[in-house]
C-alpha cells in the first residue's frame, strides 16, 4: 500500500510514472477524491464478519481486475481497443461488466466503462450506484469518468495509465475536484503491467496491419485493399507507445 489514491500494484513499471500527476494532485487535495486508502471503508468492500479472517483487499481489487482483463480480450477479437470493466457492489456482487464496443455498436459511447454501468444500473433498476466500485484496465476518459461521477460510485479502480485521453491524472485529474457534488475514490495501477502489455500488443498489432497493407499496396500484390478495422488505423489516442 503506497499511500492515498493508489492501488496496491501503483508501482509497476511505466504505469505508475504515468500516473504520476494523479498522485500529486491527489496529495494536493486530500480532501478531495484521495480521502479513500485502497480497501479502506470507502472501497465499498465489505470488511467481513467478526471473528472472520481479514479480507485481503488488494486480492480483491486484483480478482476483479482480471476478470476486466478478460472482458477486455473479448473487445480485442471484436477489433475493439481492448478494454475490459467490471461493475461491483458494495457487499461484492458483480452488478455488471462491459468491454469495448464503439466500433460494433456505431455508437461513440460505448465505451467498457458506460457498457458496464448501463448493464449493472438496468440490471439494479436504479440510475445510482452509492458504494459501488468499477473496474476498468484503462484511465477513463471524461466521459466516462462524468457518467460515474454521475452513478455516484465510491470508487473506480483502473489498470493502465493513458496519458492522452485519460482524466484521473493522465491529462487533468476530473475526480480530485473538490467543487464536484459527488467525489469517488479514484486508484490506478492494479495489474497496471498487464492491461498496459494487453494495449501494446493491440496497437503493435495495428502497426503490423497497416504496414503489411502498404507493402502489399506498393507491391501490387494484386490482393487488393484488405479491411482493416477502424479500431486499427484510426488515431486512437490509447496506445501507450504512442
Ligand atoms: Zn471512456
Not at 20 to 47: D, E, I, K, V, Y
Not at 172 to 185: E, F, G, K, R, Y
Amino acid at each position: 500500500m503506497a499511500g492515498p489514491g493508489k492501488g496496491g500494484d501503483a508501482q509497476i513499471g511505466s504505469a505508475a510514472k504515468a500516473h504520476a500527476g494523479s498522485q500529486s494532485g491527489a496529495g494536493a487535495l486530500a480532501g478531495g477524491h484521495a480521502g479513500g486508502l485502497a480497501g479502506g471503508p470507502a472501497g465499498g468492500h465489505p470488511g467481513g464478519l467478526p471473528g472472520a479472517l481479514p479480507v485481503d483487499h488488494a486480492a480483491v481489487d486484483r480478482h476483479h481486475m482480471a476478470r476486466a482483463l478478460v472482458l477486455a480480450r473479448q473487445a480485442w477479437d471484436r477489433g475493439e481497443v481492448p478494454v475490459g470493466a467490471v461493475l461491483v457492489a458494495a457487499d461484492g456482487r458483480v452488478l455488471g461488466e462491459g468491454s469495448n464496443r464503439p466500433i460494433g455498436n456505431s455508437d461513440p459511447t460505448a465505451h467498457a466503462e458506460i457498457v458496464a454501468l448501463r448493464t449493472a444500473c438496468t440490471a439494479v433498476g436504479n440510475y445510482r450506484l452509492p458504494g459501488a466500485t468499477l473496474y476498468v484496465t484503462l484511465e477513463p476518459c471524461a466521459m466516462c469518468m462524468g457518467a460515474m461521477l454521475h452513478t455516484r460510485l465510491a470508487r473506480v479502480v483502473f489498470g493502465a495509465p493513458d496519458p492522452k485521453t485519460g482524466v484521473c491524472g493522465g491529462t487533468i485529474d476530473l475526480p480530485a475536484v473538490a467543487q464536484l457534488n459527488h467525489q469517488t475514490v479514484v486508484e490506478g495501477g492494479v495489474l497496471a503491467a498487464e492491461c498496459a502489455d494487453l494495449l501494446r500488443a493491440f496497437f503493435r498489432a495495428r502497426r503490423d496491419a497497416v504496414k503489411a497493407r502498404r507493402l502489399a499496396e506498393r507491391e501490387g500484390a494484386g490482393a487488393g485493399p484488405q479491411v482493416v478495422p477502424d479500431a486499427l488505423t484510426d488515431g486512437e489516442a490509447t496506445d501507450p507507445a504512442a
